[in-house]
């Protein structure tokens, strides 16, 4: 049961607003607009060598739109460094009924014995990918997963990469923070474009991602009518 119509949710984003719940077992949710509003430049992305080199000697497997509730429950475990998580029930019914419309998405991470390691999920309006959170079980899987979307949303040709707030995490690949009325103005040249998520994020298998990032062969979900459904940002509250 979810108090927010996913129709709302969508309009909230597009209004430059999301929800949170104060924490996992909450039965509310709040809505927020950061000011300053955390986004990364696509076209000055950061990546450090150290990275680099490290994805090309531990080829994680990647996927998008495998297993989708199961990141955001992996998402929503609660860390030890940063506390209790802000992703709670509804929050995960939400965010799922908008992954079976096709507006959110999750890229995953795994290792060799087929164990899901890391991965991100977030939401797709127009041009514009709104990152939600990510999770780490192995060494760098969540920026692997993080490094994929970036080659993702190139390939389709999103504009537009909002971060929410801003964090030591992602501040490494170059995040920024920009006034909250600069914000609005890129999401709303974002909404109108018209991206080819098709691509890589719907076709049931989609092509090798060549460099300068990765390389990778990509392999979507389930065909139609076989749906497993059930930080970016690590929130932070205040």
Same mark, same amino acid.
């Not at 709670?88 to 799922?96: D, G, K």
């Not at 899987?141 to 490094?147: D, E, Q």
């Given at each position: 049961?979810? +108090?927010? #119509?996913?129709?709302?949710?969508?309009?909230?984003?597009?209004?430059?607003?999301?929800?949170? =719940?104060?924490? @996992?077992?909450?039965?509310?949710?709040?809505?927020?607009?950061?000011?300053?509003?955390?986004?990364?430049?696509?076209?000055?992305?950061?990546?450090?060598?150290?990275?680099?080199?490290? &994805? @090309?000697?531990?080829?994680?497997?990647?996927?998008?739109?495998?297993?989708?509730?199961?990141?955001?429950?992996?998402? &929503?475990?609660?860390?030890?460094?940063?506390? *209790? +998580?802000?992703?709670?029930?509804?929050?995960?019914?939400?965010?799922?009924?908008? #992954?079976?419309?096709?507006?959110?998405?999750?890229?995953?991470?795994?290792? &060799?014995?087929? &164990?899901?390691?890391?991965?991100?999920?977030?939401?797709?309006?127009?041009?514009?990918?709104? /990152?939600? +959170?990510?999770?780490?079980?192995?060494?760098?899987?969540?920026?692997?997963?993080?490094?994929?979307?970036?080659?993702?949303?190139?390939?389709?040709?999103?504009?537009?990469? *909002?971060?929410?707030?801003?964090?030591?995490?992602?501040?490494?690949?170059?995040?920024?923070?920009?006034?909250?009325?600069?914000?609005?103005?890129?999401?709303?040249?974002?909404?109108?474009?018209?991206?080819?998520?098709?691509?890589?994020?719907?076709?049931?298998? =989609?092509?090798?991602? +060549?460099?300068?990032?990765?390389?990778?062969?990509?392999?979507?979900?389930?065909? =139609? /009518?076989?749906?497993?459904?059930?930080?970016?940002?690590?929130?932070?509250?205040?």
């Amino acid at each position: 049961m979810v +108090s927010i #119509h996913p129709e709302t949710l969508i309009l909230a984003y597009e209004s430059g607003y999301f929800p949170m =719940a104060e924490h @996992r077992h909450a039965k509310e949710l709040h809505w927020f607009s950061p000011d300053p509003r955390a986004i990364i430049p696509l076209d000055a992305i950061h990546i450090p060598k150290s990275l680099r080199k490290y &994805a @090309r000697k531990h080829p994680y497997r990647i996927t998008i739109n495998h297993c989708f509730t199961d990141v955001m429950r992996c998402c &929503a475990t609660p860390r030890t460094h940063d506390g *209790d +998580s802000w992703i709670n029930e509804e929050i995960i019914a939400l965010y799922s009924i908008l #992954h079976q419309w096709g507006d959110a998405h999750s890229v995953e991470c795994w290792d &060799a014995t087929g &164990a899901l390691v890391g991965g991100l999920y977030g939401v797709s309006r127009g041009g514009a990918f709104f /990152g939600e +959170s990510m999770f780490c079980r192995a060494p760098n899987a969540s920026k692997i997963a993080f490094l994929a979307l970036i080659e993702i949303m190139h390939k389709c040709g999103y504009t537009l990469l *909002d971060s929410q707030f801003i964090n030591d995490h992602m501040r490494q690949f170059g995040t920024i923070e920009i006034p909250r009325k600069d914000y609005m103005r890129r999401l709303k040249g974002a909404l109108i474009v018209s991206p080819n998520p098709s691509r890589l994020f719907m076709q049931h298998r =989609a092509s090798v991602i +060549s460099p300068p990032l990765m390389s990778y062969e990509w392999f979507t979900h389930t065909p =139609a /009518g076989e749906s497993k459904n059930q930080g970016f940002s690590t929130k932070n509250r205040r």
